[in-house]
């Protein structure tokens, strides 16, 4: 047990790098002057809200606190429930990174709650002062706009409350009223905007879509000898993947989308992308906009009809499988069109899990031998999704997979990982690059997390299944010591080490079965030492 | 003087019941949108109930939390909930037998009371970050319950209260009769602070109490894939 304190646990470091959850002390305004670049006029305009702020902001402001509180019951009950006990003072990832107060759970909800206060309750009406109830000035909405854009919407905090408190609920409806009164974020807006319009976050369009998937095709029929198909459009397919669009272009995501076409080549199903609804992404989450969430999530549904599919599949995205696998069927359902014998929807990773407890994929394990692998896992996958039929399964299903397909594999600290895992420091809309002082300082924990089986177990690489945490991560492990290539998908490694019928080369050149069956012997005498 | 107290007991045993059942009846009638039980989250409406039991008997979350807060603030519950069992003798006539048993525990329930609240209180001044995150109202919740404790523990050791007296006057209540209070000032400010406590209870963070039996991220069942879940302000949006 820690002393009373807590003080010591700032002395507590292991390693040159620090414990990943050491306590900084509190550095009151570090992070106050962050401000991530307001939404442009017409993206605002093109979700619904005002071009920007409204005259009788203050009024709407207030009021629309009220109506969110009467149409989401967490909103009500978080508002009134927390009693300052501290328990989530130290979860935050932010705040372990930055030392801001401001960015303590439950310091974060108060900068609203001190408003709810100020205008809905008896106590804060009469007595302000008393239970820190403040008035809503342009000061107050300010503040708002910085921290409530500095909360990755990652729930670690809702875990550790007595009450289930979350502070992600809390931080998109903040969003929710800053985007009525007309001022909203632009890396978000914009984002939501191009979905809308074109049907990816990227803007790319189906002919562009085509043209990368061609490439892609030439590129794995140069690997393995054989035709592996990245199809587009194709109706009457059995399975419509939908994945984010980092997918068709960055890096790792792209090797991950040539182990989804693999894995589906090998299992022998047909299946398509679709050019309408070319995006897993929905980042009507993080502005808490149900409509806009909605509107993003019918896409989905249509194609599913248009294109006569009997089931949808998700690829690796974070906060997307949150979406698809708690959000969709209320979205975008009911799903009565689709095969019932399937989970709608199903992601990816329970669909390549499922293939290899059926025996329909091989793999030679010794292609990823170059890689010793840990896994991140990302935020709103741990505790907001499952996988499988039991519980935790959303932890189980991919290190099952990964150890199906790498010789060498360790965990990070039980505290930064599963239900506890760390936020890589950039989702829940805060990928943007005027934020990367804050996103450096969010991934630390995680960061020394790893640089700790860096040291134990000579890790170095690690595996996420989630979009954002790869682009965050490529962008900022090289300011802890790692290549940017440091980070890899879950898919990236099956496409590695999977073999398919009829391939006659591989990328090492010649790794035959009987290779495979020596790699597999020297690995497993390894262990023994 | 037992008229006053009459009056104050009636007062806010109003507000009490009538302040927690509205809020209750805020918190059933809000529609929750979305599923977000904070996963992994049990399958099943049986496995909801072991969750939400977990959480009430042991404060599981504040366990995996911190375990100091988690040691004073389950002293202090614990101790709470057996005192207030103990005192259901000043209502009942003749005296349940378990609460007759229990009798003795509840003295020894008093110091655990006590010690959590001082340690409880204690973090709101030496760890930064609860000092930082405390109002003035955090605090003097506190003192009430310390003085609650303390009035109420000074009576049994102290100042010896004629309790036979005072079970008399709360029977006279339930019974819409006056009838004659002792005077000692442990008995009077202990019951002045409890009736005040009684009437902040559905004004302040006490709605902790009913609130967490209404948090979404803990009672609700990880079945969206099977089960559609639609609040009827978002049906709305499909006519």
Not at chain 1, 273 to 296: H, Q
Not at chain 2, 155 to 172: E, N, Q, S, Y
Not at chain 2, 176 to 193: A, R
Request: hydrophobic content about 40%.
């Amino acid at each position: 047990m820690a002393p009373l304190d807590d003080d010591s646990k700032k002395n507590d470091v292991r390693g040159p790098e620090g414990h990943p959850l050491e306590i900084p002390r509190l550095a009151c305004g570090a992070m106050a002057d962050l401000k991530s670049y307001p939404a442009h006029p017409a993206h605002q305009e093109a979700l619904g809200f005002p071009g920007e702020l409204i005259d009788n902001w203050k009024e709407v402001a207030i009021a629309k606190i009220g109506d969110l509180a009467s149409k989401n019951r967490a909103f009500q009950v978080y508002l009134d429930a927390c009693v300052k006990c501290g328990a989530c003072t130290d979860k935050c990832h932010y705040f372990l990174g930055t030392g801001d107060p401001k960015n303590m759970p439950v310091a974060r909800q108060d900068l609203l709650r001190s408003v709810y206060r100020r205008y809905y309750t008896f106590a804060g009406k009469n007595f302000p002062w008393l239970v820190g109830a403040r008035d809503l000035t342009r000061e107050v909405l300010d503040e708002w706009y910085n921290y409530y854009h500095q909360c990755s919407q990652c729930r670690r905090c809702s875990v550790f409350c007595p009450y289930g408190i979350d502070t992600a609920e809390i931080s998109m409806a903040a969003r929710e009223i800053l985007d009525t009164v007309g001022v909203g974020q632009k890396y978000c807006n914009e984002i939501i905007a191009k979905v809308k319009d074109i049907g990816n976050n990227l803007g790319l369009n189906p002919k562009a879509l085509r043209a990368t998937l061609e490439d892609l095709e030439e590129d794995l029929e140069d690997e393995t000898g054989i035709s592996v198909r990245l199809p587009l459009d194709e109706k009457g397919a059995d399975i419509l993947l939908i994945t984010p669009s980092a997918d068709f272009f960055a890096e790792p995501h792209i090797d991950g989308l040539l182990g989804y076409a693999k894995v589906f080549h090998a299992a022998g199903v047909s299946w398509t992308l679709s050019s309408y609804a070319s995006e897993a992404a929905n980042f009507g989450m993080f502005i808490g906009s149900y409509e806009n969430m909605r509107e993003i999530a019918l896409r989905i549904r249509k194609a599913a009809i248009e294109l006569g599919v009997k089931r949808i599949v998700f690829g690796e995205c974070g906060h997307a499988w949150r979406v698809a696998y708690s959000f969709l069927n209320t979205l975008a359902g009911p799903f009565d069109f689709l095969d019932q014998n399937y989970p709608i929807p199903q992601h990816i990773l329970e669909f390549t899990y499922n293939e290899i407890q059926k025996g329909t994929l091989k793999f030679d394990k010794s292609r990823n031998d170059e890689f010793r692998m840990t896994y991140h896992d990302s935020c709103n996958v741990a505790r907001g999704s499952r996988m499988g039929d039991m519980p935790g399964g959303q932890f189980e299903i991919p290190r099952a997979v990964l150890r199906a397909v790498c010789n060498n594999y360790f965990d990070m600290d039980r505290d930064t990982i599963m239900e506890s895992t760390v936020c890589c420091g950039g989702g829940g809309g805060l990928l943007t690059d005027e934020l990367m002082d804050l996103r450096t300082k969010g991934a630390s924990p995680r960061m020394k997390a790893l640089q700790q089986v860096t040291k134990d177990h000579g890790v170095t690489h690690m595996a996420a299944i989630c979009a954002i945490c790869k682009t965050q991560f490529s962008k900022v492990m090289p300011k802890f010591g790692y290549e940017m290539d440091s980070i890899l998908s879950v898919h990236q490694l099956v496409s590695n080490a999977i073999i398919l019928d009829g391939q006659e080369s591989n990328p090492d050149g010649q790794a035959s079965i009987k290779d495979q069956q020596e790699a597999d012997d020297n690995s497993a005498t390894a262990a023994e030492e | 003087m037992s008229t006053l107290y009459a009056l104050l007991y009636y007062f806010a045993t109003l507000v009490l019941v009538a302040g927690l059942a509205l809020k209750i009846r805020q918190y059933a009638k809000t529609p929750a949108p979305l599923k977000i039980p904070t996963t992994p989250a049990p399958t099943t409406g049986g496995g909801v109930f072991w969750r939400m039991l977990r959480e009430l008997v042991f404060f599981e979350s504040l366990f995996k939390s911190n375990k100091w807060i988690w040691l004073f603030g389950y002293l202090f519950h614990v101790g709470l909930l057996i005192v207030l069992l103990r005192h259901l003798r000043y209502f009942t006539q003749p005296v349940w037998f378990w609460v007759e048993w229990i009798q003795p525990f509840g003295v020894y329930a008093s110091f655990a009371m006590v010690i959590g609240l001082a340690g409880l209180w204690a973090r709101r001044f030496l760890v930064e970050r609860i000092r930082y995150i405390s109002s003035p109202s955090d605090h003097l919740m506190l003192a009430l319950l310390l003085g609650i404790a303390i009035s109420g523990m000074m009576m049994k050791f102290v100042d010896g209260t004629d309790i036979v007296a005072v079970k008399v006057f709360f029977l006279g209540l339930m019974r819409f009769q006056i009838n004659e209070l002792p005077t000692q000032t442990p008995l009077l400010v202990h019951l002045g602070l409890v009736a005040l406590l009684m009437i902040i209870f559905p004004i302040s963070k006490l709605l902790h109490a009913p609130g967490v039996f209404f948090s979404p991220t803990r009672n609700q069942v990880d079945n969206p894939r099977e089960k559609r879940h639609l609040a009827a302000w978002a049906a709305e949006l499909e006519r």
